[in-house]
Structure formats: C-alpha cells, structure tokens
C-alpha cells in the first residue's frame, strides 16, 4: 500500500486485511421507513458506495417500505436526487443500473394483509432478478413501529422461521427509552428472530477511528502495558456537537442527551477504551468483554446522580460567529422543556485494571465545535530530576484518539526547549488519518456490509444493550425523566430538585461540568 509519511509518524508498509473485503452473497435489502431522511441520506448512499467498490452483489434489489402513497419511480428518483445531494455522485451509469433494482411498496405497518402482500413481492423480485432467498429487513421508523413490525413480519412467514435463505433484521436507534422497555423490545424481537440474526445499530461502531481504537490497543506491545491504573491517571471522553436540533426538536424533546448519545454512542467509546482485551476479533469474544467492562462500571445511587452527573441546556449564545436560538426556542420545544442537551459525568469502573481510574465523560450539542476524542492522561512522572534546574512542574503525557474530524493520534510529551538551562516544553507527535490518502468510508457502509455478511461484531447485543441501560436507567430516575404509565417523560417533566444547568450556545459547557472536575483537581481538556 502507497502512503505518504505526514508528521513524525510514519504509516508502514504492513497491511493486515480484514474480513471486511469479502462480497456478500446475493441479497434483497427491506427497508421500512423508506421515505425518511436516514433511507435518503446514509442508506442509500452507503449502498451506493459499496457497489462502487465491488462490494455489493450483483444480484440485489432494494424494496422500500413506508406509509406515504409512492410508485417506483417517485421512490427511485427521490433517491436518485438523495444521492446528487448526499453522495456526490459522480458516475451515473452505476445508479441507472441500481435503479431498476430499486421498488416501492406502500403499508401502514399493522396490517397483516399487508405484509403478505410484502411477501409475494419479494418472491416475484428475487424470482425476476434472480436473487435467491436472502433478506436483509431494516427498521428505520419510528421506534414505536420496531415491535409491531417484526411481529407481523413473523406471522407472515419472513422472520426467523423463513426457510428460503436468511432473513436478518437491522434495528435502528433508539433501542427502547429505559431498561425496561429495551428488554421488552429483545424478548418481542427474539419471539420472532434469533439473536444472530438481530443487528443493533449504533453507528459510532462503524466508524473507522472507532474500530482503530482496539486495533490502536491491541495490534501494538507498546501502549497496552501502560493502559491501566498503574500509569494511567484518568480518561476524558468527548463528544462535542456544534449543531442544534436539526429539525429534530419533538424527537428530541423526548430524548435528550443522555438517551441520544450517552447510553449508546458514548458508553460505546468507552467500552473499547476500557474492555479487557478480547482473546479473538470476533463478535463472540469481543462483545462478551464489552458486556463485562459495562457490568463493571459502577452503579450510581441517588447521591452518585447528584454528585458525578451534570446535565445542562443551551440558551442563546453564538456559534462560529452565528446567533442561535436557545433550546426552549427551538420548534418542538416545550418553554419550560427540562431536556438536557448536554451531559458531563464521572464514571467509575470497579475491576482490577481501572479501580481508582476516573473515566470523564462530556457530550453537548452547540458548543463551539465538533469534537469527538479519547484522551488518555497519564500519571505524572513519579519523580522529577529537574526540580532543582528551575524547569517548573512536569506536565502529564496525554495520549489522544481523535475519532472526528481531523481524524488522528497525539501523543502528548515534554522535550527539552533547546538552550543552555534546562526548561521544558509539551510536544506533541501526531498521525494523521490523512497519510492513508483516499477518504475513509462511511460508518454505514461498514454496518450494512458486515449485516450483509451476517458478522456482528460491529453491532450491540442482547444483553450489551441493556448493560448499558442498567448503567443509564438510575440517572434518568434520578432526573425523573423515566417514564410513567400513560405519559411520555417529556421535556416538561423533570426532578427539579436536581439542577439543570445552562451554558451559552457556543460555549464548553455549564460551569458545573468544569466544577465536577475541578472537585478532582482535574480539568477539562480543550478538544
Ligand atoms: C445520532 C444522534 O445518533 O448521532 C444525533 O441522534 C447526533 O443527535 C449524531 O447528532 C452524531 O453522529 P455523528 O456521526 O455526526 O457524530
């Protein structure tokens, strides 16, 4: 492989391939919610893109499903201008070959009739275009409309009891809103699929610096005999948003930072950060390690919610030079919403290697940029023999994986500033995913090729997710924002005993994040 050396690191030469270059086997892609802007936006340029690469077969077909009265050609061109928008495309013979493989079907998702219906589509397709049995069901409605979906989808003879070739089913987020209503979500898709044919999505696992967090950790002897508490002093996790609601605001009324990024995305990260390492890549080993470091982690009782937990909203402020409304001016937005659209907190993982080991965990919308990284700051040097050179204190060596944007590794070190005394400086030695040349893929084309290959290592299982739940369900009850019989636990619902703070769009964060910190003798790392 050709790369160019950026930096004071260099990209070898030595090249280990993955699973990950096979072609699947013919298929026909379902998507339900096919008019949304996910099916538009990522799905069906993530396909499109691995057609590019040769990755899709070429037997395949995609069937659309939605509620809105469409024909084929209404759906194909909706795509086709989702792809101009999207995708950049730039070679339209590929899509004016995938576009007569691309067919719409209308239902209301509760009819069963309906989905017969869908059935002897799906024969006639596979049947004209040769395709064989293979089936790849996408949920990407509503969360409401995953349970009944599925039901029917078994009743009509597609779930787990289909016998002509298999039959996957890909489930977007949000899986469930608490721990109990994401167990009831498994045991109502496990009455119609078995687990390895269930796909969680989270699509934070498909992105490439993600998946290089392990291979960073375990395809090098170098880091992972400094990766616990002996020399590691805490571990920041960020992920900053500079965005607001994007038309989203009912949606995420309902959500918050915590639901929409904290139990999915961000435990995530820190799973890998933390987990032991796996015996083998493979979806067995590497989620069982991931379930045990979630099992791990600490439970937070009433106090640890009020002490290690900060939640916040933004208020009007200005980003990147822009004025932006507050949150509770957003439409969708109740004026009195207690919706957090920002959440600090300190997680602690009681095991062998990180007891003792604060992992700080920050995600907001609005703030000044977008930011994803994983710092690892490192206990100071247990002695100093400068201390007498007059050459000040020494700083922490800081490790950092920056998943998005600038993707890249720091490493963070002091070096003597040339001259006759001695004084020292922080360094730093930086990689840049840039010195692979080409653009890295879409998380999405990662996550539909391995659902396609029937590999789920990239995806959240069963008992991963509701690990994660259990960790987050007593702070949404601490908040009093776990919903009770009848209602949704909206915006305006909160414990307002437990404070919310606000920070100004545009700014790091409520102060009350800096102070969580400050309460350690630690401090927030500017992304
Ligand atoms: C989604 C959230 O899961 O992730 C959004 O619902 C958020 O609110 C998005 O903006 C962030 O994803 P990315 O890939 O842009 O970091």
Redesign the pocket.
């Known amino acids: 492989m050709a790369v160019t050396m950026e930096h004071a690191l260099e990209v070898g030469a030595a090249e280990v391939v993955g699973t990950g270059d096979r072609r699947p086997a013919p298929f026909t892609f379902v998507v339900f919610g096919a008019s949304g802007d996910l099916t538009r936006r990522k799905l069906v340029p993530a396909l499109y893109s691995l057609d590019k690469r040769g990755l899709l077969p070429e037997k395949f077909a995609l069937v659309g499903v939605a509620r809105r009265p469409l024909g084929d050609e209404a759906f194909r061109s909706g795509l086709q201008e989702g792809l101009r928008q999207f995708a950049g495309t730039d070679q339209d013979w590929r899509w004016e070959r995938l576009r007569n493989q691309v067919f719409y079907f209308q239902s209301n998702y509760t009819d069963p009739g309906s989905f017969r219906e869908l059935a002897s589509l799906l024969e006639r397709v596979e049947r004209e275009k040769g395709i064989g049995g293979n089936r790849l069901f996408y949920l990407a409605t509503p969360p409401e409309a995953y349970a009944p979906i599925a039901e029917l989808l078994g009743a009509v003879g597609l779930g787990g009891n289909w016998t002509g070739g298999y039959s996957r089913i890909v489930v977007e987020?949000p899986f469930g809103r608490d721990l109990e209503t994401a167990r009831r979500l498994n045991t109502q898709l496990h009455s119609v699929f078995p687990e390895d044919q269930i796909f969680r999505i989270d699509?934070?696992l498909g992105?490439e610096t993600v998946q290089n967090i392990l291979v960073f950790r375990l395809a090098n002897s170098i880091f992972e005999p400094l990766w616990n508490r002996q020399y590691v002093d805490h571990v920041q996790i960020s992920?900053a948003?500079s965005?607001g609601l994007?038309g989203?605001g009912l949606y995420?009324e309902e959500?918050g930072a915590l639901r929409?990024?904290v139990q999915?995305?961000l435990l995530q990260l820190l799973s890998l950060v933390a987990m032991e390492p796996p015996a083998s890549f493979d979806a067995h080993a590497v989620r069982d390690e991931k379930v045990k470091l979630l099992h791990a982690i600490r439970p937070f009782d009433a106090k640890a919610v009020r002490e290690s937990v900060v939640r916040g909203q933004y208020v009007a402020g200005r980003v990147a030079g822009k004025a932006v409304p507050g949150y509770r001016e957003e439409s969708g937005v109740v004026p009195d919403s207690q919706t957090e659209t920002y959440v600090a907190m300190k997680l602690l993982i009681d095991n062998w290697r990180w007891a003792g080991v604060p992992f700080y965990v920050r995600t907001g919308?609005r703030l000044p940029r977008?930011a994803?990284d994983v710092a690892v700051v490192f206990r100071p040097a247990p002695h100093s023999a400068f201390r007498h050179t007059g050459a000040g204190a020494l700083d922490a060596n800081e490790l950092v994986l920056r998943i998005?944007p600038d993707e890249g590794i720091g490493l963070r070190f002091g070096a003597k500033v040339p001259g006759p005394a001695i004084r020292i400086q922080d360094v730093d030695m930086d990689f840049s995913y840039g010195a692979f040349g080409s653009g890295q893929p879409e998380?999405y084309e990662r996550l539909l090729l391995d659902a396609a290959l029937g590999d789920s290592t990239l995806f959240t299982r069963r008992d991963e997710v509701e690990a994660a739940w259990a960790v987050m369900t007593p702070v949404l009850e601490g908040w009093g924002r776990v919903d009770t019989p009848g209602t949704m636990a909206g915006g305006a619902v909160g414990n307002r005993e437990l404070p919310l703070s606000t920070y100004a769009a545009g700014s790091w964060g409520p102060m009350a994040a800096d102070e969580l910190l400050a309460r350690d003798s630690r401090t927030w790392r500017k992304p």
């Open positions: 987020k699509h934070y992105k992920i948003e965005i994007e989203r995420y959500s929409d990024m999915n995305h919308k977008r994803t998005q998380a």
